[in-house]
């Protein structure tokens, strides 16, 4: 059974920091690449980073410098590290396969970041 289960999330101010974690079952965890994704109000669902089951990493030009995606492969979690925030961070931050075309459709709940300016 696929499970995804993010945690972290949070209120804060403007270029305050937050710790997401995700704790993905082995069957989708092991032998793929992992992203997190956001998606805002109104908005489209956003790859914001991946990391391959290697540790190389990719992000999207809007966090690329802030953000930070890492994985432990030995507890099959995820983790994104999020510093210098900025209102349009605000988002629920999901984790899944990636890339999206990959991605299981059996997303978890998601963790709100909420971002005061």
């Known amino acids: 059974q696929v499970q995804l289960v993010e945690s972290g999330g949070g209120l804060v101010q403007v270029g305050g920091s937050l710790r997401l974690s995700c704790a993905a079952s082995?069957?989708?965890?092991?032998?793929?690449?992992m992203g997190w994704y956001r998606q805002a109000p109104g908005k489209q669902r956003e790859l914001v980073a991946d990391?391959?089951?290697?540790?190389?990493?990719t992000y999207a030009y809007s966090v690329r410098g802030r953000f930070t995606i890492s994985r432990d492969n030995a507890k099959n979690t995820v983790y994104l590290q999020m510093n210098s925030l900025k209102p349009e961070d605000t988002a629920v931050y999901y984790c899944?396969?990636?890339?999206?075309?990959?991605?299981?459709?059996?997303w978890g709940q998601g963790t709100q970041v909420t971002v005061s300016s």
């Open positions: 990391i391959t089951r290697g540790g190389s990493t």
């Open positions: 899944n396969v990636a890339p999206f075309f990959r991605a299981s459709p059996h």
């Open positions: 082995g069957s989708i965890f092991s032998g793929n690449a």
